[in-house]
């Protein structure tokens, strides 16, 4: 299984990007699908999940602003990012878990400016 990021870039404060992660291999069709961040020094940390029935769940500091989706046909996620702040710079990992298997994408570095 591959995963491959795309999408990340420089924005101003309160501007939008919107990532892609598109999974290729041999996928069960039932997994979760995520988003996770990194920054320097700090531990890689929750963005927001998608479950293959479409549920979601969201840090608390991207409540609001962040909209995960994905494409089941297209073994693709998308993280809809509004309202960027600088504090939500970072390496954005894409990360598909299916079963007791887990795999990570690329990071695709999103800088926010203020």
């Known amino acids: 299984v591959q995963l491959q990021a795309s999408g990340g870039g420089l924005v101003q404060a309160g501007g939008s990007l919107r990532l892609s992660c598109a999974a290729s291999g041999s996928i069960f069709r039932v997994n979760v699908m995520g988003w996770y961040r990194q920054t320097p020094g700090k531990q890689r940390e929750l963005v927001a999940t998608i479950t293959s029935g479409g549920t979601t769940n969201y840090a608390d500091s991207v409540k609001g602003r962040f909209t995960i989706s994905r494409d089941n046909a297209k073994n693709t996620v998308y993280l809809q990012m509004d309202s960027l702040k600088p504090e939500d710079t970072a390496v954005y990992y894409c990360?598909?878990?299916?079963?007791?298997?887990?795999?990570w994408g690329q990071g695709t570095q999103v800088t926010v400016s203020s």
């Open positions: 990360r598909l878990s299916v079963t007791r298997y887990t795999f």
